[in-house]
């Protein structure tokens, strides 16, 4: 059973930084994308930042370019989000997910994504 659980999370003021991390167990390091969600109250789950299976490919919403970085690390089969230059508009419950086995590719549609974390929540104080 796949697992993903993250931390890192919690309360930055503006401008600040935070690493979010989501390590995974159940599943193969490389068997298929993953990425970074996050949702407020009331709203739909959105896409931050998704990375496919092998690492190189990575896409980010345009509200976080330049400030968000996805990375992975297949050895510790561990996937991070690197959040600089934080704003209050970035407080959100912040969520890792990862595709079936076999989908490779990275996509922007949370339905895509099949394991999700519990979520972390980052709050932005100004």
């Known amino acids: 059973q796949v697992q993903l659980v993250e931390s890192g999370g919690g309360l930055v003021q503006a401008g600040g930084s935070l690493r979010l991390s989501c390590a995974a167990s159940g599943r193969t390091s490389g068997e298929s994308a993953m990425g970074w969600f996050r949702q407020t109250p009331g709203k739909e789950r959105e896409f931050v930042a998704v990375v496919d299976w092998s690492g190189s490919s990575t896409y980010y919403a345009d509200s976080v370019k330049g400030r968000f970085t996805i990375s992975t690390d297949n050895a510790e089969n561990t996937v991070y989000l690197q959040m600089n230059t934080l704003k209050p508009e970035d407080t959100a419950v912040y969520y890792c997910?990862?595709?079936?086995?076999?989908?490779?590719?990275?996509?922007?549609?949370?339905?895509?994504?099949?394991?999700w974390g519990q979520g972390t929540q980052v709050t932005v104080s100004s």
């Open positions: 997910a990862a595709r079936r086995p076999g989908y490779y590719s990275a996509s922007y549609y949370p339905t895509n994504y099949d394991y």
